[in-house]
């Protein structure tokens, strides 16, 4: 009799696939925007990093402001509604793109805010559907699609940008959207859901109250806009650390983007095994342990001498920072009901967009007032406050799930077993 599989794991494969597309198509667009918003008309330095920031800035904005909306509507009608309106959505407004005479008609990017929330529903739809004694190992490979998306995205949206055009990539980018809609659509099976009524739909005060532990779920948040902070502080002065470090060099854009790009490749190979790891010996531990690391490996680079130095270090940094963001998700799914999992990483998904705004403006405030290596001490100040903070309410009791099949008294004595031999 042949094996059948069971259906998370097809789903979560699928899953994968969506998150690898969605991951490819945003990201291989972010090379050469400057340069798009440079062909449509605006010249001169600062009217040029001005008009980048805004079109950049304005998605994450808005996407902050309606997550936890989406994240509401998620509970009520389901994870793969959520995936085909973001996948459909997004396609539409980047095609749209491709078609734009004026720099200021490149704020429709605001409507892929409007539009946006793959990934995290993604994630929400394989934490409601995987053994809970797996979650931490699920996410984590889930995660590896969306980091080789953007592993390769702005390699393949450079190479289409000299082959066929600024404005065909667009065009490409939405083709690679369709690809996740149609995964989704034939290939993705949201089994096990119950919906939230309208009148049993909580407030953001109840889905607080809900929890036993609330100050743990917002220091979670933090935690992941404090880890969105720290990829993105580097990014603004990144090829001029590089350029200071490697004056002689002749091909800084090539040797700035493999730096750039080395932390991905190490996290593909970490974040699996160490959610598999978080799932044996605790995932909290594996957080504040991949937290402590890139802020000792955050000072380093503020002392490196060399780009080869830069480059090794960001590629160690790229273990811990393949294991902190599924980590967080993990931790939020365990201490949080199947009810409100939507709304809780609607929230989340708000706050990683705020970290996407306030680390590059982070990075440029600070490498202009006191220097470029400043900015690894900086963001080192960020995450050694986070992980204070961690280490102080993981020492509060904590939300006890009931897993199918048991009753709570025994889901309750379950759960503190587990925690005491952790």
Wanted: net charge positive; proline share 4%.
């Amino acid at each position: 009799m042949p094996r059948t599989i069971e259906p998370w794991k097809i789903n979560l494969i699928s899953v994968w696939f969506g998150c690898f597309f969605t991951g490819l198509a945003i990201s291989q667009i972010i090379p050469f925007l400057p340069l798009y918003i440079e062909q449509l008309g605006i010249s001169g330095g600062d009217a040029l990093s001005l008009w980048s920031g805004l079109t950049f800035s304005i998605t994450f904005v808005v996407s902050a402001a309606v997550a936890p909306l989406w994240g509401s509507l998620a509970d009520r009608k389901g994870r793969k509604l959520m995936l085909l309106r973001a996948a459909f959505g997004m396609g539409v407004v980047i095609l749209l793109q491709a078609f734009v005479t004026q720099a200021w008609q490149l704020l429709l990017r605001a409507l892929m805010g409007l539009t946006s929330g793959y990934i995290p529903n993604a994630m929400a739809l394989v934490a409601a559907q995987v053994p809970r004694d797996r979650s931490g190992w699920a996410l984590s490979c889930v995660s590896t699609g969306q980091i080789g998306g953007v592993i390769l995205g702005p390699m393949l949206g450079g190479l289409l940008a000299d082959w066929v055009g600024l404005r065909m990539v667009f065009i490409v980018t939405a083709a690679l959207l369709l690809v996740s809609f149609l995964v989704t659509l034939f290939l993705i099976k949201e089994t096990g859901y119950t919906p939230v009524s309208k009148k049993d739909k909580l407030s953001g005060r109840e889905v607080f109250a809900s929890l036993d532990n609330p100050k743990l779920m917002l220091c979670l948040f933090v935690t992941t806009m404090v880890i969105q902070m720290c990829n993105g502080s580097v990014n603004p002065i990144l090829t001029l650390f590089v350029r200071e470090l490697a004056p002689t060099a002749e091909n800084i854009a090539f040797l700035s983007g493999v730096i750039a790009a080395l932390p991905g490749i190490s996290a593909l190979i970490a974040a699996p095994r160490l959610g598999r790891l978080g799932d044996r010996i605790g995932t909290q531990r594996i957080l504040l342990a991949t937290m402590v690391v890139s802020l000792l490996l955050l000072i380093a680079m503020s002392f490196v001498t060399s780009a080869t130095q830069l480059g090794v270090l960001r590629f160690l940094l790229g273990f811990a920072d393949g294991a902190m963001m599924p980590a967080v998700q993990t931790l939020l799914v365990r201490h949080s009901r199947d009810n409100i999992t939507g709304r809780i990483f609607g929230y989340n998904q708000s706050f990683m967009y705020l970290g996407n705004v306030a680390g590059p403006l982070l990075g440029a405030a600070v490498s202009a007032v006191t220097g470029y290596r400043w900015v690894f001490f900086a963001t080192a100040l960020v995450v050694l406050i986070n992980v204070v903070l961690l280490k102080r309410f993981y020492r509060r009791p904590r939300t006890v799930l009931e897993p199918k099949g048991k009753s709570a008294a025994h889901s309750a004595s379950d759960a503190e077993s587990t925690e005491t031999r952790r």
